[in-house]
């Protein structure tokens, strides 16, 4: 911990990455008993946990706001000379929410006296055009949940239709998110999502919210949504807890795919402490948990269906979070936080349908420290100035047998359409994101007018040592039959290639791909820059309009440094052009405008319409950035079939990079990932139109049309084919040769891939009253349409002549119906229990046929071969022709998944013993063990098409329970 220290105290002069989105406002007006305003009366806004406070006055129409408060339950307190002080006892603030307190009547005095004004929290927002939802500290506290992943919460948000959450708050594309910790943003970019995203203890988050539209000017970087959570703090009461959390297979059901009981555990302990320093002023909190889950990954290779497989892939997980407040002054707040996290896992590999030796090593770990410095300039001026430093790696590996150094003596990968055995082609793969951050924000108002503008850097650099393909892979046109696959590689020695017979495939074999690169680094900076300035007018008293506009610059997104400029001529038949490396590929035109409403619908501060529309940027993720610097350097070698014995063998026939480099022999034919000279940044045009109405003191309602279209995202295709217009296919690469022979597969990134999305969310609040809180969503999804993704191995599409239009269909991802319903109880004798019930109609899977027509290899879903009859069980839920012709393609996104029901439930009970309160609960997941599944077999030519397969997200497993125990003082 010694070298953040530099980090930490750097953090106190340094501005980060965060946005005021994290805090919370209070507003209102004060009046006297004639409803005359009252200008300079001082209002004092106390946490009543912490004793933090905040002071305003009053301005020339009596109207006051309190910005950048900390998400808590808080006191108001109004005081005006010649006037009874006006108390408002109890008003609770979320993350990121907007209050607005009635009008408060001060009343002459007579005596010294105090008039306690009763007002809950309000639950319409009248300033905010925003989509948002937030989970609270009860929620947080008291609802069931799986694995404690506080993130499996966002399923309760409207607009999510996800059915499963792992490290993505409910969206399909990391594009599509951003995750704030304190306001600092904590997400790891340098990859997918599958390499992971730093996990924070439940014990260590207060409460989170999700906005899912048209989230304000001070934040970008995402073309969905935002994630800000806020982490527990101390207050003015020493307190402590220690607790356990137990999962056994004990209390599980079998599991519907395999059909027993898999072998399984799950134990989580640890502890928290917080309280003062000194009292009103500084406060600390910590947190440490330990988790460690044995578990067992089930496995069906659907190109080997009579093999199968169960594993135990063990995880542990090491996490701590501290943090220190410090109230220097009324007007100075001071606050420091550190976060770290460590997974390792020596054997893991999904439940679902890959072959075993595709297993991995896995370690993650992420840091990140913080510190912000917030202070009152005046009554109209408050400024944030923070710093701090996100970083993220993994040193992850293939397991043994499969890797070992990233030699090429290692076992090499092998690529039959519909199975791929050997250690995954890019291990070992060690990985560091560092990045360090600085931001302004300075929020103002005046009159009718809440201005803000800021600025924030980021420092980011991605670094590997990523042995890309060091050991080779052979890519496959077509594959023996199912009878020899399974003689060639018999289920016993799925970890031993020894064992495996690779002698005479040379007939199917299209080519050997290996990479031979100087040193395997990858070394690529991502300076990036954001300005903003917006405007929240109250145009009268009862409408606001939010407007704004925001520029985001990453000069390292496309232009990655050690390139060399290269030539490489292509006229494949429908296009002709360089298609060389180029550097200086920028676009610093993201300029993003925002502009909405909120019309508090006869001034009753009960009923808002709201709405808006804007621009969303983000950047592609390194991967693309990275691959465009790492294959200009190295020699991406593909080796053809030569006819000769042995091939398979010894595909190098002896040549090593070194022969390469020193140009002892000519380069081979080569591959390539080259981004577009005339890429763009993608983005998304977000609206949306919706209303919030309060009933009553404890419920509201509020329903947004939400509509979004997104533009220029990344696509990927091989431009070194030649077109056959007989077809409208591409020529066979095997017969006929590519257009620029000095050149094997050249995988293109451009941006020109488009979705679009129309739903209907709506949403039903009650907070806690009489002993009851709950919540209901159901979002109704119109349409969901994409036309096609990134890839970085293959080109995605089917045709790589009609990558767009020919993939243009419903996503993958689309859910008609969602249906979200949650609530606690407290009941007598220090009883509570909780409810969360799950429902989806069910998602649609991808389609494909695994051949590779004309030696395309990847995704492919042209039938060349006979006729595929759709077995009678599945056709009602395959969204296409009964029989599959010679010569038609498949649909894509065609197979819809059985709708989902899932009940989750959680009682606990409370003691109390000398001072110490001990809570004993009792967990029960898919409460009525309904079968619920999460992947099938998409391969419309295999006999097992449209059946369930095994998959490991928490929201498919059977009944299963979890006890734990709790100690407080």
């Avoid at 003015?236 to 027993?260: C, E, K, M």
Wanted: glycine residues 10%; positive net charge.
């Amino acid at each position: 911990m010694l070298r953040y220290v530099p980090v930490l105290a750097l953090s106190l002069c340094l501005p980060t990455n965060v946005s005021a989105q994290q805090l919370a406002t209070v507003q209102g007006t004060v009046v006297d008993q004639s409803q005359g305003v009252l200008p300079g009366a001082t209002v004092t806004a106390t946490e009543i946990s912490t004793g933090r406070q905040s002071i305003v006055v009053t301005d020339a129409r009596g109207r006051y706001r309190v910005e950048n408060l900390n998400p808590g339950v808080y006191r108001l307190r109004i005081d005006l000379t010649g006037f009874a002080t006006a108390e408002v006892a109890q008003l609770e603030l979320l993350v990121g929410t907007n209050a607005t307190v009635p009008t408060t009547t001060m009343r002459v005095a007579t005596l010294q006296e105090t008039v306690t004004v009763t007002s809950e929290s309000p639950l319409v927002d009248l300033t905010a055009s925003q989509v948002a939802g937030n989970i609270d500290r009860r929620q947080m506290e008291e609802l069931p949940l799986q694995g404690r992943n506080w993130q499996e919460l966002s399923l309760l948000i409207k607009g999510i239709t996800a059915n499963n959450i792992t490290v993505r708050p409910g969206v399909d594309r990391d594009d599509q998110f951003q995750l704030n910790l304190d306001g600092q943003q904590i997400t790891q970019r340098v990859a997918g999502s599958g390499f992971g995203q730093p996990k924070i203890s439940r014990e260590a988050i207060a409460e989170f919210q999700i906005v899912t539209n048209l989230f304000d000017i001070t934040q970008g970087r995402s073309t969905g949504l935002q994630v800000q959570a806020i982490s527990r703090s101390g207050t003015n009461t020493l307190r402590g807890s220690t607790y356990g959390f137990f999962r056994s297979d004990r209390f599980n059901q079998a599991d519907p795919v395999a059909g027993i009981v898999l072998p399984f555990s799950n134990q989580q302990v640890g502890g928290t402490l917080g309280g003062p320093i000194v009292r009103n002023k500084a406060h600390f909190f910590g947190a440490y948990e330990y988790e460690r889950e044995p578990s067992t990954a089930f496995l069906q290779p659907t190109r080997l269906p009579n093999q199968q497989f169960a594993f135990e892939t063990k995880s542990t997980n090491k996490n701590f979070l501290g943090r220190v407040d410090y109230q220097l002054s009324r007007g100075n707040t001071l606050t420091l936080r550190g976060q770290r996290w460590d997974f390792d896992n020596p054997f893991t590999i999904s439940s679902g349908t890959d072959h075993p030796s595709r297993a991995e090593q896995l370690r993650q770990y992420a840091t990140n420290i913080f510190g912000s410095w917030a202070r009152v300039v005046s009554d109209n001026l408050v400024m944030e100035l923070r710093g701090g430093y996100n970083g993220f790696s993994w040193k992850n590996d293939a397991i043994p047998g499969m890797s070992s150094c990233g030699c090429p003596k290692d076992t090499p990968e092998y690529a039959f359409p519909g199975l791929t055995l050997g250690g995954q082609r890019n291990y070992p793969n060690y990985t560091w994101q560092d990045t360090y951050s600085g931001r302004l924000d300075v929020n103002g108002h005046r009159d009718r007018h809440h201005l803000r503008f800021g600025a924030e850097f980021l420092r980011v650099r991605d670094t590997k040592d990523w042995s890309l393909n060091r050991r080779g892979t052979y890519v496959f046109a077509s594959r023996p039959s199912t009878a020899e696959l399974e003689r060639r590689f018999p289920a016993d020695a799925w970890n031993d290639p020894s064992r495996w017979d690779i002698s005479g495939l040379e007939p199917f074999l299209q080519r050997f791909d290996i990479n031979f690169h100087p040193d395997y680094i990858v070394d690529v900076p991502r300076p990036t820059l954001a300005l903003w300035v917006g405007d929240t007018w109250r145009t009268t008293d009862n409408l606001s309009i939010n407007f704004g506009v925001r520029w985001d610059a990453d000069w390292g997104a496309t232009n990655p440094p050690n390139v060399i400029d290269t030539v490489i001529p292509i006229d494949n038949g429908r296009e002709s052009g360089d298609f060389g490396y180029k550097t200086g590929i920028r676009d610093l035109k993201s300029v993003a405008p925002r502009a909405g409403f909120a019309y508090n619908v006869g001034g009753r501060n009960d009923l808002a319409i709201r709405g808006g529309s804007g621009l969303y940027y983000n950047t592609p993720v390194s991967n693309v950035t990275y691959s465009h610097q790492f294959y200009n350097r190295a020699v991406a070698a593909s080796f053809l079939p030569d006819g000769r014995a042995g091939f398979m063998e010894s595909p190098t026939r002896g040549l090593t990079g070194d022969d390469f480099f020193s140009g002892r022999v000519p380069l081979p034919r080569q591959a390539g990932r080259i981004i577009s000279p005339d890429f763009k940044m993608p983005y998304t045009w977000q609206s949306s139109l919706g209303f919030q109405k309060q009933l009553g003191p404890a419920m509201a309602v509020d329903a947004d049309l939400v509509h979004w279209k997104w533009n220029k995202d990344t696509r990927t295709r091989d431009v070194n084919l030649f077109f056959d217009p007989a077809t409208g296919y591409n020529k066979d690469p095997r017969v006929v040769g590519r257009p620029n022979r000095s050149y094997d597969q050249i995988n293109w990134f451009e941006s020109t891939g488009t979705q679009d999305y129309l739903a209907l969310s709506t949403g039903f609040t009650r907070r806690l009253h009489n002993r009851f809180q709950g919540g209901a969503t159901y979002t109704l999804l119109f349409y969901k349409h994409e036309d096609g993704t990134i890839g970085f191995v293959n080109g995605t599409a089917n045709n790589q002549f009609d990558p767009l239009a020919g993939e243009w269909a419903r996503a993958a991802d689309f859910q008609r119906n969602t249906v979200r319903l949650h609530g606690t109880f407290e009941l007598p004798f220090d009883f509570t229990a909780s409810v969360i019930y799950l429902y989806g109609s069910g998602n649609y899977y991808q389609t494909s046929i695994a051949t590779a027509p004309f030696g395309k290899p990847g995704t492919n879903r042209l039938n060349i071969g006979a006729p595929i009859v759709i077995p009678a069980d599945v056709r009602d839920r395959f969204d296409g022709p009964s029989v599959i012709g010679t010569g038609e393609v498949v649909p894509p996104n065609a197979l819809k998944g059985f709708p989902l029901h899932k009940v989750d439930l959680r009682v606990s009970k409370r003691f109390r013993v000398a001072g110490v309160r001990l809570t004993l609960l009792g967990e029960i997941f898919n409460l009525s063990n309904r079968n619920n599944f999460g992947n099938y077999v998409g391969q419309v030519d295999s006999p097992r098409f449209g059946q369930v397969a095994a998959s490991s997200g928490n929201a498919y497993v059977p009944r299963s329970g979890q006890l734990g125990v709790r100690f407080e003082f």
